[in-house]
């Protein structure tokens, strides 16, 4: 049975960071591509980062060089590490995976994906 839980999210202030953490089990993590997304109320849902199969990693423009992927095989966890947030950053963020090898799905939003986690509340205030 696949199954993702994201853990991690809070409140913290413009500038700060985050680590999320994805606990998985029912796959092989380094098999698939794990990905990283979010979405904030009245918005599309947005791709963030991604991770495939052979170690690549993928991330939005809005994210690169602030955000970084990476995952722990043997703790079967993905994490998204978060730093200099944004106010705009805010969203529910959630881990998914399509059990495919690439991450050709993440940019447009992870339509395609078959597992998601149920989420974890980000909220950047002063």
């Known amino acids: 049975q696949v199954r993702l839980v994201e853990s991690g999210g809070g409140l913290v202030q413009p500038g700060g960071s985050l680590r999320l953490s994805c606990a998985t089990s029912?796959?092989?993590?380094?098999?698939?591509?794990e990905g990283w997304f979010r979405q904030a109320p009245g918005k599309e849902r947005e791709g963030l980062a991604c991770?495939?199969?052979?170690?690549?990693?993928y991330y939005a423009d809005s994210v690169k060089g602030r955000f970084t992927i990476s995952r722990d095989s043997a703790k079967h966890i993905v994490t998204l590490q978060m730093n200099s947030l944004k106010p705009e950053d805010t969203a529910v963020y959630y881990c998914?995976?399509?059990?495919?090898?690439?991450?050709?799905?993440?940019?447009?939003?992870?339509?395609?994906?078959?597992?998601w986690g149920y989420g974890t509340q980000v909220t950047v205030s002063s």
């Open positions: 991770i495939s199969s052979d170690g690549n990693t």
């Open positions: 998914a995976t399509d059990l495919e090898f690439h991450c050709a799905d993440v940019p447009g939003g992870g339509n395609g994906y078959k597992y």
């Open positions: 029912g796959f092989t993590l380094t098999r698939y591509a």
